[in-house]
């Protein structure tokens, strides 16, 4: 048992499986019986079970549950040192927006997956638990736990061989670092660097690929961005946290030998997107007819952003997963050089903020009430002002996917955007927010009315 002192937060971890049988990860079968993974594994002596005991109550469990049989049987592969017979993928934040989305896509090509997630108040917990819910109907279990919390990380690193980790947890949000900084530093420095210490510590260590943000790129006025661009001033907090993970991961690189990719997201939407993103409380303040504060830099100059839609955010994490070179080290020492990477993972076609405004306009067929507010470009505490754009420099390298969705991207962006903004969502924001009983009201009367006119 390793004795880790961790933070942790919500995750997304690969469990080995074997193409024989479809992986079977075994805290999801706990989950169908309801059972809280913390009463299984913490003992209210806080004494910690060791490997061989949990190994019993997993065979237990599984040989209940679906008729395998214990080391020996059919279920051989739950043994004593489960084979790493194929990358499978899990990741961290499994309930959240990007996690959610990553997790079932994994599951669904077979990938054995466990999803942590801290189900936290940034926004309403009711839209994560509906995803845990929606994960929980294909077969996928998302441990109630923080990445924070290295114990927890600790055990269920010994109880599933985890060959990736997809490291989605995060506390997001730009602008919410100025009401809570601290849950940054919390979350996207402390929690990442739980997570890594138990990473590095495995005996295989698993290959890591993990959620930056472009928000790196701060004040750095070239544009598209590239990887190689500098990420030394950035206009926030939030980008400050990201950008000192991309740092740490590099120590971790070089010091321990764990394989690392950091994807730099471009404003993902999608549906179960996150509440607080703009397309998301535009759609919803619009419909209810009160007003929207539209950013603008100085000198007039109109905010955009590169909205990558999930579907593509997805293959971009498979993708990554898929090309991430082995860690080289074991029990926390290196023994050969591993990958560091680094992809931008959005698109090619910047929307300016009063576009997305009047696509949703249009489609929501209701004129937005809008107040300008015109702000420093360089003003971290509204965004990170100026123009955003992004580029796809390095992610060709090792993805081969990449030029595909490059080109469909833009020949698609201009409807694409307004049919998932809009047309659909006034179905889709069903899903949306379905949890959210504030808004379900509105979207049953606007949403039938506008449909129905469609
Ligand atoms: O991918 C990224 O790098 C980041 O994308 C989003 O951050 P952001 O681009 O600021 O997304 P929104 O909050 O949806 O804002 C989009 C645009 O609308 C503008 N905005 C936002 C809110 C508002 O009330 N008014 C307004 O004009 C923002 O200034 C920005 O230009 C996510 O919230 C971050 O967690 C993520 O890291």
Redesign the pocket.
Known sequence: MRNVAVPARSSVVKQPSSRDEPAVPPLLLLHQHDVPVGALLDRPDGVVPQLPELRRFREQVLHRLVGRGPVGEAGAQFGPDPPRQRDVGAGHRAAGFVGSHVSLALKKRGDGVVGIDNFNHYYDPSLKKARRSMLAEHGIFVVAGDINDGKLLAKLFDVVGFTHVMHLAAQ???RYAMENPNSYIHSNIAGLVTLLEICKLAETQPAVVWAS???VYGLNEKSPFSESDRTDQPASL?AATKKAGEEITHTYNHIYGLSITGLR????YGPWG?P????F?FTKNILQGKP????RGKNRVD???DFTYIDDVVKGCLGSLDTAGRSTGSGGKKTGPAPYRIFNLGNTSPVT?PTLVSILERHLKVKAKKKVVEINGKNPK???GGRRKKGWVGLGDGLGWVGLVLMRWRVIMTWRVGFYFCWVNIRLIRQFCLPHQHLTDFINGVGRRLTASD
């Not at 607080?276 to 397309?279: E, F, K, T």
Request: without cysteine; proline residues 0%; charged residues 10%.
């Open positions: 997001a949000g730009v943000s472009s928000s939030y997201f471009f404003t993902v996150r607080d993103m703009a397309y409380s929207i504060t539209v950013y905010l955009a952003r903020v509204l965004g990170w």
